[in-house]
């Protein structure tokens, strides 16, 4: 589940639509899975966390991406890290301001073990976000 969090309290965001990549890295080889289109365009009030719509996405990975996630897993105890990248186009809604749109960009790096869910350390780790 992915979710994004809005903490200003006088700022609303418009979301164009959202795209994700997950990216498998192993030996400073980077392979890119799959591009998922998320939902239409939403709305973030302030001061809210909204859940995106990959949520419940399974990510299928190629061939070549599952060897290296196995043997990955094999050397780290099942352990299995990627990242996961999301991006969109974003305007936000201040009072009397212009609207604009940004592009925006999230990277975040994942690890999950061997039972798919998040590692205690990937849990609260920030994203790197561009957006201007």
Known sequence: QLSIRNPNRDVAFFYDRLYM??????????????????????????????PLAFEGVAVPAGPATADMARAAAEAGGGAVEFTVKVRSRIRAKVAVWGFHWHPLHVDCDV??????????????????????
């Open 21 to 50: 990549s997950v990216l498998y890295r192993q030996y400073g080889a980077v392979v890119k899975d799959h591009d998922l289109a998320g939902g239409a365009p939403m709305y973030q009030p302030p001061k809210t966390t909204t």
């Open 111 to 132: 690890a999950v073990g061997p039972d798919g869910q998040l590692l205690p350390e990937a849990r609260q780790k920030r994203c790197d976000i561009d957006f201007l």
